[in-house]
């Protein structure tokens, strides 16, 4: 069984530099790494890919040849993509002894809420390759400044789930740059757990611009919560403690964890016992702590020490004000 993540998000929202900073955090804890580039269009890769489609087809040759948009001609490559599976797999089968897979997608989003070709590559290569994947969807953090656009954002993220069908995590990418773009309303868990949302409605009442939309916005905030599915966990690229932790959810929700929790264990420990050279680094390390947390889900099948670190991320990130609504 291989094991392996779908990275998925809009534009912008670090998919490729997150493949190559995750490919480098795993391979100091000792997994073989293989990055698949299934984006037609980016033709500059900081990463070293195993795969890449435009050995298959190419995104500017599409347009050239058919007169189609940047859109349109992603939809055909993914379509081209799915027509040509057989490649994809005599491609990957070599690396199905000992590596772990990250698979590198476009940014068009409706690519994985509307149309199905990226569906039907990913369930194929499931059902064929015996492969065990999570979605990873990245959100660019800076959208929780505004609630028009963090609401979309979990509009994307739920139809995103209930599309492509597999053990999902939703990311907040770039949460050291959450403050960029402005202040929160609310604090950061807020977000993070997608909690009431009838109190954004009264932040977006005092835009004008939203005022006319006040109804939808109010129903669609209802579908959100009926549904219940929607939170995420934040990341800091650059941070090996804010990696570590999204690998662990990672682990978790694709079964890597419990096909080889000693493996695990040997891994994190790797990182506590000492120094390592890591391009993204910057804070300190805190893997002895991941040891503890390994050790126990060893001992007693789930772990005992780990609990919320959201509280942490926004005092690290996050500059203090007295004027945050608590509710």
Same mark, same amino acid.
């Given at each position: 069984m291989v094991f392996g993540q779908v990275v998925v998000g809009p534009p912008g929202s670090g998919k490729t530099t997150y493949c190559n900073g995750m490919s480098q955090f795993l391979?100091?804890?000792g997994r073989k790494v293989a990055v698949i580039n299934l984006d037609p269009a980016n033709d500059s890769l900081p990463y070293e890919c195993a795969v890449n489609i435009e050995d298959l087809v190419k995104l500017s040759d599409v347009m050239v040849e058919h007169s189609l948009g940047p859109n349109g001609?992603?939809?055909y490559c993914m379509d081209y993509l799915e027509k040509n599976i057989d490649w994809l797999q005599a491609k990957l089968e070599p690396l199905l002894k000992d590596h772990y897979l990250l698979f590198d997608f476009p940014g068009q989003v409706e690519l994985f809420f509307l149309h199905s070709n990226a569906k039907?590559?990913?369930m194929k290569l499931i059902k064929n390759l015996n492969l065990r994947l999570t979605a990873v969807h990245l959100v660019d953090a800076h959208l929780c400044s505004d609630p028009g656009k963090y609401i979309s954002?979990?509009?994307l993220s739920l139809s995103t789930m209930l599309h492509l069908e597999l053990p999902h995590i939703n990311v907040l990418s770039k949460i050291d740059l959450i403050e960029s773009y402005g202040k929160l309303a609310f604090n950061l868990?807020?977000?993070?757990?997608? #909690?009431?949302?009838?109190?954004? #409605?009264?932040h977006l009442g005092q835009d004008p611009r939203s005022t006319k939309y006040r109804k939808l916005t109010k129903e669609?905030?209802?579908?959100?919560?009926?549904?219940?599915?929607v939170s995420f966990t934040t990341l800091d690229i650059q941070d090996?403690?804010?990696v570590g932790n999204l690998v662990k959810l990672i682990d978790k929700s694709n079964g890597y964890i419990f096909a080889g929790m000693e493996q695990s264990a040997v891994e994190f420990s790797k990182i506590a016992v000492g120094a390592v050279d890591w391009d993204y680094y910057r804070y300190p390390p805190c893997f002895l702590v991941f040891t503890?947390?390994?050790?126990?889900?060893?001992k007693f099948g789930f772990p005992l020490t780990l609990k919320s670190t959201v509280a942490a991320v926004q005092e690290k990130y996050m500059k203090d004000d007295d004027n945050i609504d608590d509710d």
């Open positions: 391979n100091l804890i001609g992603l939809v039907k590559v990913i954002a979990l509009l868990d807020f977000y993070t757990d997608v #909690q009431d949302l009838s109190y954004l #409605q009264y669609l905030c209802e579908v959100i919560e009926n549904f219940g599915l090996k403690e804010s503890k947390v390994m050790l126990e889900i060893l």
